[in-house]
C-alpha cells in the first residue's frame, strides 16, 4: 500500500465525515475473465463465460468461473485458478542472490585443528511480476554443501556461525567447522540449495517444488602446522588460546 | 603433526595472526569475530507469532479496534497530540493521517462516538514476513453509522447521504518495541473491489 494521495482518497476525517469516494460496485468497461485473457497457467482451456457486468467479484459457482473487475482485485486466491502448480522454470527469471562463504581463521588454517566455516545471507524476497501479474518470490536457504578441497565435503541444515556467535573458544569445534590434516593450499566451494515460493499480490505464499542450489564465493586458504604458524606462548599464560 | 600436551600448547599472538594473515594471502576477512551480517541460518521462524489463522485474524482484529479507539480520542479532543497513534501504528500510517488531524485542530473541529469494525475477514498471513511486508492483511468493514463530527459552531458536518459502511483492507506488522509479538497497523486502504460492506 503506498502513502495517501489527496483528492478522492480516503482518510480518517473523510472516513469520519461520509465523504470519501463511493466504493464501485460496478465494473468499468466489462468484467474480464481472469481465465481467458490472464496467462495464469493451465487456464488456456477454459471457456470463461463472463459475469455480464452485474458486479464486481460474482462467483458464478460449480463452473469455477470467477470475473472481477480488472485489474481483478476480489478476495479469491488466483491459486484457485491454476489448474497446474508453478514450477522452478517459471520463475527462473526471478534469482537468488548467492550467500556468502566465510572462514574462521580468515585464509589459514592449522592442520589438525578446527577450523570454522559459515555463511551470511538468509531468506530473501523478490519482487517482480509472474505471468504478467505483481508477484513476490521468496527463496529460504535450506542446505549448505560444502567441498572443503582436500576431498572431503559435508551438508549441513545450517550457515553456522562465527566462534563467538558459537560462543567458543578460536579453532575450538562448531557444527561447521573442518579439520585439515595436511599442510598446502585449499579451495573451499559452499553451494547453498535455497526452496522458492511464491504469491501473487495479496495472497499468501505457495511452495514451489524442489530447489535451486546457486554458489557461493570460492575461499582459498594455506593450512599450515602448528609449529609453524603460533608463537610459543604458555597456556599458562593465556589459557583461551587455542588448543589450550 | 599434534599438537603439544596441554600446559606447554602454544597460543595464538595477535601480531603473529596479522603477520600470517598477510604472509599467506588471505581471503579479505575481517579479523574480528563478529559476523559481517547476521549468520543465514535458513531455519523457519522458532515459534509462530500465532497458533492459528484464525487467532493471527483475531489478534489483527484486536489491533485495528485499538488503532481507532485511539483515533476517536484523537478527534475528540480535537486533533490533539496525534502522536499517540503511534502506540498503535506506524510512523507511515501517521504521517498519511496528519492532514486529518492538522484539520481537525486549525477548524475546531470535534469528534462525537465510536468507530466500529466487523466483518473481519483474513487476505494474507505470513509471521515469517520480512519487513516491510506485512505479517496480516485483512478485509474489514469501516463503521462510522455512530460517529459525528462537529465544526467550530457544534454543527455536524457529517454528510448524512454518505457511506457510513466502508470495506478497508488493513496490514499489520509486529511492534518490535515491545517484542510480545503485539500488531500494529502499517497500513489502510479503502478497498476498492467487491464491496463486501454492503448490507
Known sequence: MTAASAVGDCDQLSTAVRECPAVSGEISGGGVNVGGSQTTPGNGGRDDSGGGGSGAGEDSGDSGTITCPFPCRPPFTVTDLTEEPVTLSDIAHFRPRPGIAHMQPAGWMIVDLDTNFYSTGGSQVHNGTLFDLPADVRFTPIRWNWTYGDGTHASHNGGGTTWAGNRVGEFDRTPTSHVYRASGTYLIDLTISFRAEYRFDGQAWTDIPGSIAVPANRLTASAGTAKTVLVDRECTVSPRGPGC | MRPNPRFARPILAALTL??????????????????????????????????????????????????????????????????????????????????????????????????????????????????????????????????????????????????????????????????????????????????????
Open chain 2, 18 to 199: 596479522g603477520l600470517l594473515v598477510s604472509v599467506s594471502g588471505c581471503s579479505g576477512e575481517n579479523p574480528s569475530y563478529a559476523p559481517a551480517s547476521p549468520p543465514g541460518s535458513g531455519a523457519p521462524p522458532a515459534t509462530p507469532l500465532f497458533a492459528s489463522d484464525e487467532e493471527a485474524l483475531e489478534a489483527a482484529a484486536a489491533a485495528f479496534r485499538a488503532y481507532y479507539a485511539v483515533v476517536d480520542q484523537i478527534f475528540r479532543e480535537s486533533g490533539t497530540r496525534p502522536e499517540r497513534v503511534l502506540s498503535v501504528a506506524t510512523q507511515d500510517v501517521l504521517v498519511e493521517e496528519t492532514s486529518s488531524y492538522e484539520t481537525f485542530a486549525s477548524s475546531g473541529l470535534k469528534g462525537l462516538g465510536s468507530t466500529t469494525l466487523d466483518s473481519f475477514k483474513l487476505q494474507s498471513y505470513n509471521d515469517g514476513a520480512i519487513e516491510p511486508e506485512p505479517i496480516i492483511t485483512v478485509y474489514v468493514c469501516v463503521d462510522v453509522t455512530n460517529v459525528d463530527v462537529l465544526d467550530a459552531n457544534g454543527i455536524s458536518i457529517v454528510n448524512q447521504n454518505g457511506r457510513a459502511r466502508l470495506p478497508f483492507e488493513a496490514s499489520f506488522i509486529s511492534d518490535d518495541t515491545t517484542g510480545n509479538g503485539k500488531l500494529i497497523l502499517a497500513a489502510k486502504e479503502l478497498w476498492t473491489g467487491e464491496d463486501f460492506c454492503e448490507i
